[in-house]
């Protein structure tokens, strides 16, 4: 049949093409949907949406009828699957509605014969209440899964009855505060009812930014650094290695040191801090800054006073850390966290190149004298006595576990707490040795004087997933069933567990079971029957994705992301496969990673930040990576090294490589929906969740890098750790949208908020003035991973001069 040229138009015509091939689209997508097992859905809406842009060619007005039928099936069919998850159903519901209003359109409808018009202002009105209560459904959703059950008793207690620890002399001199790494502040000049007239009262610019070559390709350039506070003077180190010391109150430098080197071979730049030190009486250099290069992994002390060296440590101010490691290529083994300084010693493991080869540089622990730089002890869990020194001609233990997280200590037990990692490499086991088996992604106490280990708490069993504890517990006394104090600690992991342990002896406080995990069939693999599980605490990852958890900015991506899904294996401790991809929720970049909890000591509160991010994992033999030009031949220990793409793992000496790659679709949008970010406090007496809550929006992010200025609140990734007060308020930054917050401890609520010049993904810091004034500190230089804005700012935040 002819079309009529009385009824139809060129937009006319033009919208039935464009139906009719996004039709096409769905249908075919749906029919492979369905082939795998998925929603018949796509397959029947697709078919439908061809008949009905076929009708509106022609001019018939029973396709924008059909049309309309189609989204109002779609409105059923979307509510039956998601409920009224506002955040669930925008990719179900927006672009259909969208859509409708061109399908709707008076020069569209309106055109297809008598009674048009009313049908366009009805299915305009019609697709305009589905967009309206598919956002109105996103901020309820946003409200209902901000939950708050509970608040503990203790709250009002701690402000008025005395602390539990001393007064806080305005100083922030380890990394997580104190040795304890609670992050936890006594100052209480900022509360919750005047934190909104904070304001920005001093920033400085680093002037390091990434080099050309760094932030691409994988490569990663962050700025992760939390200052330290001594005395009136901040000290900070930057990506590149520069140690900057400025006045704590009026933000002006008082000097800087550049421990130079090319680092053109780090595929990771980054820096999280200094360590401070005070030598002996009558020594040279009293007061110290400690901290390491990353072209060749060396540790240096500074006169805290001058940046200049401290000519009587190690050698001119240098210790190489390269001695009795072996080969060493350059790129391979640097420091990416502060050493802990304690009782003059200088204890330190260090980042290695993960996944590249078996045999890499070792991951000995090490204590150096802070006076004089000389090895003061070391534990190498290959050698039979883990304490000795490795003769004339031998090295360390190749290929062990690292420590390469913040530490943490108690003083009074003489403990140091170190968070390993993996043997390298993290995805393939079947050549560990029994000593990488019982020490792979555990917790270690050792002792501060000797080195000695006095007890060890393994998080996984032969980790294939790259789950290495990434930061040192929180230390906390709890109160026990006799009424006295237990000294406890909490254990944050990539899998959302809180093992809470006595640290005096490693014995679980609160209950963890060994419960059976699946297994797999890659040859020469073996792999853990159980892994434990913290029952006795809340978890923090959220449930093992299913089909309709896939997201999208349109049906189509969305779909696209339902077929993937069905074409893979996911779910918690599925190994990787030779016969299909896995899904890895949560990954190596967990649902905590390292910057780990904060503890209110008095309140016996835990904070932490929560970030899911799926990532697909492709194992494959290593000639088929070598086909595919995925790695590059290499042999022993020759150089240069052939740096691959940070996603692709050679695993060089193993039979398989590995490339482990963000879900992302084909918008760049994740392929799960939201929210991608949480926030949560933790009663550790009760062991409940006082309030949980999405943190962060969309804000800085949108398909193929586009940064929006707006955004939806569904809980944004995030790297970067908080900071609680006394007064109840915790200081967050770390999320992808470049905000930096002050929540209400108690309440969840955001009571203050900022937007940063660049990702705030570092943990702050907030310490007392020498004019009377409580200072909040960030770093803001972005992330390389999270792809934040890039700067060079540490910016200070107090309230107005009284």
């Known amino acids: 049949m002819a079309i009529d040229t009385r009824k139809g138009s060129v937009l006319v015509i033009l919208t039935g093409i464009i139906v009719a091939l996004l039709g096409v689209a769905v249908g075919g997508l749906g029919a492979w949907l369905y082939e795998l097992g998925g929603s018949p859905y796509y397959l029947v809406t697709g078919i439908l949406m061809l008949l009905s842009g076929l009708l509106v060619v022609r001019g018939y007005r029973a396709g924008a009828w059909l049309y309309g039928l189609i989204l109002l099936g779609t409105l059923i069919w979307a509510v039956r699957e998601v409920g009224l998850d506002g ?38 009105a019609f697709c305009l209440a589905c967009l309206i209560f598919v956002f109105a459904s996103g901020y309820a959703t946003t409200a209902a899964r901000f939950i708050h059950p509970n608040e503990p008793t203790r ?54 930014l990434p080099r050309p070559g760094e932030n691409s390709d994988g490569r990663e350039f962050s700025f992760e650094a939390t200052p330290i506070k001594v005395g009136d003077s901040l000290y900070f180190c930057t990506p590149h290695r520069d140690v900057v010391a400025l006045d704590a109150t009026t933000g002006q430098q008082r000097w800087r040191f550049s421990p130079g080197g090319d680092m053109s071979q780090n595929v990771y730049q980054a820096c999280r801090g200094v360590a401070y030190a005070e030598a002996p009486a009558g020594a040279p250099c009293p ?62 493991s260090g980042w290695v190149y993960d996944n590249q080869t078996e045999g890499e540089p070792s991951g000995v622990i090490r204590a150096f004298d802070a006076t004089t730089g000389t090895l003061a002890w070391s534990w190498d869990i290959g050698r039979a006595n883990p304490n000795s020194k490795p003769a004339a001609g031998e090295t360390f233990t190749r290929g062990t576990p690292n420590g390469w997280g913040v530490y943490t200590a108690d003083p009074e037990l003489g403990l140091v707490y170190v968070p ?76 959302g567990e809180l093992f809470v342990l006595d640290r005096r ?18 040859p020469g693999e073996h792999y853990a029957p159980t892994q434990p599980f913290s029952v006795g605490m809340p978890n923090l990852r959220q449930p093992d994705l299913t089909e309709t ?33 896995t899904i890895g929720f949560p990954a190596f970049d967990g649902v905590m990673d390292w910057y780990g909890g904060t503890i209110d000591p008095e309140r016996k509160i835990l904070y932490t930040n929560t970030t899911y991010i799926p990532f697909i994992f492709e194992l494959m033999p290593h000639q088929e990576a070598l086909d595919r030009g995925l790695i590059q031949p290499w ?62 929006t969309t804000r800085d992010m949108g398909p193929y890098g586009l940064r929006m200025p707006f955004g939806l609140p569904v809980g944004a990734f995030g790297m970067g750790g908080s900071v609680a007060t006394r007064s109840g308020l915790m200081f967050i930054a770390a999320t992808s949208d470049q905000a930096f917050r002050a929540i209400d401890g108690r309440t969840g609520n955001i009571l203050w908020e900022t937007h940063l010049p660049a990702g705030g993904n570092a943990t702050p810091l907030t310490y007392m003035g020498k004019d009377g004034r409580q200072y909040v500190v960030l770093a803001a230089g972005g992330h390389g991973g999270l792809q934040t804005r890039n700067g060079d700012q540490v910016i200070a935040y107090a309230l107005p001069r009284s």
Not at 180 to 201: H, M, W, Y
Not at 441 to 455: N, Y
Not at 509 to 515: H, T
């Open 287 to 348: 007061h110290r800054i400690i901290s390491t290069a990353s072209d060749l992994p060396r540790l240096f002390a500074l006169d805290a006073d001058t940046g200049k060296l401290c000519p009587s440590f190690g050698d001119n101010g240098m210790v190489d850390l390269r001695q009795d490691m072996g080969i060493v290529p350059p790129g391979f083994h640097f420091i990416s966290s502060p050493p802990l300084v304690l009782d003059n010693k200088i204890m330190l």
């Open 155 to 208: 709250w009002d207690a701690a402000t008025t009855e005395p602390a539990d620890q001393p007064a806080d002399d305005g100083d922030w001199r380890f990394y997580g505060h104190t040795p304890s790494g609670d992050r936890f502040s006594s100052l209480g000049q900022i509360t919750p009812a005047n934190v909104g007239q904070l304001q920005e009262a001093w920033s400085f610019s680093t002037g390091d």
């Open 87 to 124: 955040w669930a159903l925008i990719p179900r519901l927006v672009a259909p509605a969208v859509l409708g209003l061109l399908v709707f359109a008076p020069f569209v409808s309106g055109r297809l014969g008598r009674g048009g018009r009313g049908l366009a202002y009805g299915g305009m």
């Open 549 to 581: 958890d896939m997201w999208g900015a349109t049906p189509v991506d969305q779909l696209l992301c339902r077929i993937a899904f069905k074409r893979m294996k996911g779910g918690l401790y599925v190994p990787p496969s030779l016969d299909y991809k």
């Open 420 to 495: 390993l990692g993996n043997p390298t490499p993290d995805y393939f086991g079947g050549e560990r040795r029994p000593f990488d088996e019982t020490y792979s992604s555990a917790l270690v106490a050792l002792d501060i004087a000797t080195g000695k280990e006095r007890w060890h708490f393994q998080a996984v069993h032969h980790d294939l997933w790259d789950f290495d504890l990434p930061i040192g517990p929180s230390l906390v006394d709890l109160p026990g069933p006799d009424g006295k104090s237990i000294p406890g600690l909490v254990q944050t992991n990539k899998q």
């Open 635 to 696: 042999q022993g220990w020759s150089q240069p090294y052939p740096q691959p793409s940070f996603d692709n793992n050679p695993q060089y000496g193993t039979p398989y490589a590995i490339r482990v790659t963000a879900w992302l679709n084909a918008l760049g949008i994740p392929c799960n929906q939201p929210p991608w970010g949480q926030m949560s406090a933790i009663d550790l007496v009760s062991r409940t969740v006082i309030w949980q809550r999405p943190i962060g």
């Open 505 to 522: 002896d490693g014995h679980p406080l609160a209950d963890v079971e060994e419960r059976p995990v699946p297994a797999g069939n890659v």
